[in-house]
């Protein structure tokens, strides 16, 4: 089983560095192109969700820590953060699609929200995750 | 579904890897061509929040230029999110307003999957000439 922890600050580089830190961890574990792709869309959503929700009213940026865990042919990635939860906002920067299209490509997802404060979203992929047929 | 995290939740698990990403950052390059009529505004890179600004502005600009056709290109996208589809969709809204004719030159299969997850492949036209303009 192989483990790894990140931690962003919540600006809008975060999305990007943790998409390609969990392509990079995935890939390492031989995902398919296609799982990859699946979880660069879901952690970027993920994570773009607490710039946008969670610390939205904050003067400075909070933190958002992402941890992923192999586990045969799962991939395990949690993302959380220690803001307001997932405030509904009408300006929404991405049509309020973000966890239809994490709920759509992850295998399975779930959101959390402990009792110290914050949003978890867990999700599961498949990393031998390959294209619909025809 | 609760996921390895939640087993472990009073207990570490072991890492690999533990620290800040440092990851080359993965822009988004816009680049817009214009001939009598028409214009072609061509995205290559990665679009996110970090970028959706700055192609939003860019697209709404060349909207408002008095053309008859706007192609938006895609075909250079290595990666969309949700913030994508909201560029697509507002500017087909501005587009519709204006009496622009907005079509598509469609992405990879990374793009593509995104945009038909989130249910709005049909609302956009194929443009009739991919090649670029002059």
Redesign the interface.
Known sequence: MTTARWSFDATRQAPGDGRRAIQQFAGEAGATDRALDSVAVCVTEAITNAIVHAYRHHDRPGRVEMEAEVDGDSLWVRIRDQGRGLEPRLDSPGLGLGLPLIAQLSASSEIVSPEQGGTEVIMRFDVREQEEAA | ??????RRRSDR?????????S????GLRVDVSQSPGSARIALSG?F???S?DDATRALQALLNRGLDVVVVDLSGLD?M???G??FL?EGRETARDLGVKLSLVHGG??VR??LK??GVMALFEEADDPRPLP
């Not at chain 2, 579904?1 to 939640?6: E, I």
């Not at chain 2, 690999?16 to 990403?21: E, F």
């Open positions: 579904m609760v996921g390895p995290f939640r698990p072991a890492q690999t890897d533990l620290g800040r990403a990851h080359p950052a993965g990665q996110d929040i970090a959706a990666f999110d949700s913030t589809v909201k969709v299969d990374p999957r995104v997850v989130a």
